[in-house]
C-alpha cells in the first residue's frame, strides 16, 4: 500500500520547490536516477478537455506531453482531427502529435514503442511525462504489457475527464459546427480523392467517409441538393463523434472497474453548461486545480516512499509494504 502524506504537508513540500510563483517545480525533483519514474495519464472521451489539462498541468509542473490519440499521430487534417495548435500548447513539447505519414498504418504496438522512448527522453531531462489522449485501447496496451515492462518501471497517476453524455453531446454538436466554420469542408476537399482508403491511416478519422459520398454527388447536384447532402454529412459526423465518446467513456469504466486502475474521475460537466470567464473558473474549481493537487500529493507519495525505502536512517520491518 502507498504511504500516504498528508495534503497540507504535500502542499509545504511542493512550494518549497517553487521556482517561480507561477508554480513551476524545480527539474531535479523529477530526477531521472529514480528507482520508479512518475507518469500522469489523462483519460476521457473525445471533446472532454484533455489537451487543455494537459496544458494546464504542464505549466504548473516541468513536464511534457505524449500523444495518444491513434488519428492525432498522422499528419494532416489539423482541423478535422481537432489537433492542438501551436498557440494553444503553450510552448509544452509535445510528442507522437502529426509524426506519421497520413495512409501509414500505426498499432498499439507502434504506440507502445514511441511512447516508451519518448517516457524514456523526457525523464532523462528530469521532467514529467503526461500521456494525454482518447485512445484507451493504446494507453491499456502501454500500461498492461504482457512482460510488464512498463508498471516495473513506472508509478501511475490516472486523471479522467468526465462530461456528463448530454452536455457533452451538446458541446460536440457545437465544435463540429465550429470546425465547418474554420475551413473543414475545404481541408476535407483536398484531402479526399477517388482512391482514398478509408481502412488505413487518417482516412479512419471521422469526417473522411461521412464526406466522401458528399464529394463524389457534389459535381451532379443542384445548389439545393448540394446544400442538402451537406448537412446529411454534418449531422453524421456528429452522430459518429458522439457514438465515439460513449464508447470511450465505457472502455475507461472497464478498465476502472474489471481491471481494477486506480483512476481519479474529474466531473468537468458544470464547466461545460457554463460560459465565457464562468466557465473558465468552474474550470479551475472542478478540474484544473484539483489535477494539480492530485499531482502534487502523487509525486509526494511517491518520493516519499522511496526516501524510506533509501534511507540509512530508516529500518523497514521484513514484511511490511510501503
Known sequence: MMMRVPLSLCKETVSSLLDMPSGVLKSDFFSPRRHKQMVVILMGATGTGKSRLSIDLATRFP?????????QVHEGLDIVTNKITEEERCGVPHHLLGVISPDAD???????DMASHAMDSIVSRSQLPIIAGGSNSFIEALVDDKHFRFRSKYECCFLWVDVAMPVLHRYVSDRVDKMVENGMVDELRSFIDSNANYSKGIGKAIGVPEFYRYFRAEPFLDKRGRAKLLQEAIQEIKRNTCRLACHQREKINRLRNKKNWKIHQLDATEAFRRSGGEADEAWEELV???????????????RSRAALLTSPAIRVPCGIML
Open 63 to 71: 513536464a511534457e506531453v505524449i500523444n495518444s490519440d491513434k488519428i
Open 106 to 112: 500505426f498499432t498499439a504496438t507502434n504506440f507502445v
Open 288 to 302: 484544473a486545480g484539483p489535477s494539480t493537487e492530485m499531482v502534487a500529493q502523487f509525486v509526494c507519495d511517491i
